[in-house]
């Protein structure tokens, strides 16, 4: 007797924010594969509709070019995916910049005042926006928010002062919004600890075409480093994606909302 396992996710549509790469890139591709309709959102049109192109399913995929800093863009891309695929249940809100790990004693008030702007802007004013954009679809669907975190949300040394305040920021934005949102919508989120990606920096320091995977710093974080328990652990982004579709599921993870996994190889269990 042959069975078919059903995915997480069947007839689930989602909108993830910067989906072009990285861990936004991973878990399009993963939701596609649980049996969701996926939308991506990011600033390169060209390189979202090549992965659309080479996913699983292209019809259950669409590339949406737009910056998490415009409302309007994003309200357009919440509009056409409701168009597209019928309703919107779930929204990871991901697209962000890293500082480098560069340090206050490092940058002059003007980098730093720039680069906080910047970031900022992104990381954490562009996760509200994309919430915001999408939050009366999520209750017409009962839907849930997965916003990607960091172990930077909860630890030093996953970034400098303005990219770990941000990744702080965002964590209260789920605290927040779990409790504004509920008792239609959960939003949760996935602290994921550092990964092979195409991560950039603010252009106000130079960093716009610096990638974390190039960086020296991101050594100190992944690969074999005692600093985390699971020292072992994968940094391919595609790893990490299990939370996200844990959050996502109504079935399995319905009386779920404020909650973070940490996805970083256990860094709290040695204190750090
Ligand atoms: P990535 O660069 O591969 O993915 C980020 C995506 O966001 C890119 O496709 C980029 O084009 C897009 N983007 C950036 N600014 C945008 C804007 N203003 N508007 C629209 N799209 C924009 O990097 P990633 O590592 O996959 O990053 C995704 C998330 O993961 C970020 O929030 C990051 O802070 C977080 N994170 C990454 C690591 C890591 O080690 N890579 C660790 C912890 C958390």
């Given at each position: 007797m042959s069975?078919?396992a059903a995915?997480?996710?069947?007839?689930n549509?989602?909108l993830?924010t910067?989906?072009?790469s990285g861990?936004?890139?991973?878990?399009?591709?993963?939701?596609?594969?649980?049996g969701a309709?996926?939308?991506?959102?990011?600033?390169?049109?060209?390189?979202?509709?090549?992965?659309?192109?080479?996913?699983?399913d292209?019809s259950?995929?669409?590339?949406?070019?737009?910056?998490?800093?415009?409302?309007?863009a994003l309200?357009?891309?919440?509009?056409?995916?409701?168009?597209?695929?019928?309703?919107?249940d779930?929204v990871?809100?991901?697209?962000?910049i890293?500082?480098?790990?560069?340090s206050?004693?490092?940058?002059?008030?003007?980098?730093?005042?720039?680069?906080?702007?910047?970031?900022?802007?992104i990381n954490?004013?562009?996760?509200?926006?994309?919430?915001?954009?999408?939050?009366?679809?999520?209750?017409a669907?009962?839907?849930?928010?997965v916003?990607?975190l960091?172990?930077?949300?909860?630890?030093?040394?996953?970034?400098?002062p303005v990219?770990?305040?941000?990744?702080?920021?965002a964590?209260?934005?789920?605290?927040?919004?779990?409790?504004?949102?509920?008792?239609?919508?959960?939003?949760?989120?996935?602290?994921?600890?550092?990964?092979?990606?195409?991560?950039?920096g603010?252009?106000s320091?130079?960093?716009?075409?610096?990638k974390?995977?190039?960086?020296?710093?991101?050594?100190?974080?992944?690969g074999?480093?005692p600093?985390?328990?699971?020292?072992?652990?994968?940094?391919?982004?595609?790893?990490?994606t299990?939370?996200?579709v844990?959050?996502?599921?109504?079935?399995?993870?319905?009386?779920i909302?404020?909650a973070?996994?940490?996805?970083?190889?256990g860094?709290?269990?040695?204190?750090?």
């Open positions: 069975t078919t995915g997480w996710l069947e007839g549509v989602a993830i910067g989906g072009g861990i936004g890139r991973a878990v399009a591709e993963r939701y596609l594969a649980e309709s996926v939308a991506i959102f990011g600033r390169d049109a060209q390189k979202l509709q090549a992965v659309v192109d080479a996913s699983a292209p259950r995929m669409m590339a949406i070019a737009g910056d998490v800093r415009d409302a309007d309200a357009a891309a919440v509009a056409e995916v409701v168009s597209r695929f019928g309703k919107l779930t990871v809100p991901n697209a962000g890293w500082d480098f790990n560069r206050l004693t490092r940058l002059s008030a003007q980098e730093l005042g720039d680069s906080f702007d910047e970031l900022f802007e954490v004013k562009g996760y509200l926006l994309t919430v915001q954009a999408a939050w009366k679809e999520l209750v669907a009962n839907g849930s928010v916003m990607t960091s172990n930077a949300s909860f630890h030093p040394a996953g970034g400098g990219y770990t305040a941000a990744k702080f920021a964590r209260g934005l789920v605290t927040q919004l779990a409790y504004e949102l509920a008792p239609k919508v959960r939003v949760n989120g996935v602290a994921v600890g550092g990964m092979d990606t195409d991560l950039r603010p252009g320091t130079g960093l716009e075409d610096r974390i995977s190039e960086s020296f710093a991101r050594s100190e974080i992944t074999n480093n600093l985390i328990p699971l020292h072992h652990a994968s940094v391919d982004p595609v790893d990490f299990g939370s996200y844990l959050l996502a599921s109504a079935a399995n993870a319905g009386n909302t404020g973070i996994i940490p996805a970083d190889g860094i709290a269990v040695r204190g750090f």
